[in-house]
């Protein structure tokens, strides 16, 4: 399970805690700082509590013109709002999950930075799990959320089928995962992969490569593996597939990855060999290798990664990777998920019912391994 979602978890216990089973600590909390109360901004404004109790729980229900009056009000009186009771009022809790498979890939942990940098914009909180390792464990973190009263899901790892989380009936988008029966925002996987095969291709390789695992066909990746498969088909050239479970740590990939780099060693002695990666994670230990092998980065091979994670300009030889743009995914698949929750907040909801899938184009991002 990631810190954060135990972190955030612990926070909220003790919240609860401190709020409700120490009345006593509770008050003297009170009572230290005096509170501006419903029945202050009611005075202030000249309205009643009712009206000042649906502008916090039902906005959409006054007139813009008092929904102004209200908000200067709050300014006025410094009003600071009590979340935890607006929580236990209303039932909504200003959270989101997020499900990750792993933090090891770049990827995903760039993700969630990105994710976590929209707090700024929406005012959503997160809640996090990550690395589950088997259907049932994804489950336990996902009623775990829901136990919350998450307002929203952003998921990104594959246990749990689109179907099932769209019959939880709250607001999820995925991102790169299956995504038939829920939003999704996704990279223009296809494009990306003729991006990199193509410019492989233009420095004169003898044979292009392609590692990558075993990826299902309703999995947005499977484009890469695809796009590579198409472009080598249609120019007439020589290829190889190498698809394989990689692993989930550093170890397990490197020692898969060493075992294919061996065989690419004997099959093809003496040819230039272009290897797209499936990911920029996994083109960092690829050219690691190579740096042990030859104690330099050979001419003889090129390298094109995927994502342009932070590892991609950090690496010790800069890598050529095709961007994924994922600052503006996580913003997309933010803004569509508010727009969701934030619908369901209004006092006469209509939620969209047409699924919406949306990619994003790739951006190719040329340094060191491949000109």
Known sequence: MCFIA????????????HSFFSKRGFFNMASQNKKVTFNDIAKYTNFSKTTISRYFNNPNSLT?????????ALVDLNYQENKLAKVLANGKSEFVGILLPNLFLHYYSEMLNQLLATYEKFGYKFIVFAGAGSNETEHKY??????????????????????????YNIPVVAIEREDKYINSINTDNYMGAVQATSLLAKNNCDILIHINSH??????????????IDICEEHHIKHKLFLEDLGDTYDETRAH????????????????KGIFMANDTHANILINILMCEYGKFTDEYKVVGFDNSPIASEAIIPITTVGQ?????????????????????KRDPHPKKDIIHKKITPV????DTCT
Do not use: C, T, W
């Not at 990826?215 to 590579?228: A, L, M, T, W």
């Not at 600052?327 to 727009?339: F, G, P, T, V």
């Not at 190719?364 to 340094?367: A, F, G, M, N």
């Open 6 to 17: 135990l972190s955030v978890s612990v926070l909220i216990l003790q919240i609860l805690n």
């Open 64 to 72: 813009l013109k008092n929904q102004e009056i209200i908000a200067k």
């Open 142 to 167: 996902l009623q775990e959320l829901l136990s919350y009263k998450i307002e929203g899901l952003i998921v990104l790892s594959h246990n749990i089928s689109s179907k099932e989380l769209a019959s």
């Open 215 to 228: 990826v299902p066909d309703e999995i947005p990746s499977y484009n890469r593996i695809k796009g590579f």
């Open 257 to 272: 990855i060493k075992k294919i780099f061996n065989i690419i060693q004997k099959s093809y002695p003496g040819m230039r």
């Open 325 to 345: 743009q994922i600052d503006k995914i996580a913003y997309e698949a933010m803004n569509l998920l508010a727009s969701q929750m934030n619908e369901l907040k």
């Open 364 to 367: 190719l991002i040329k340094r």
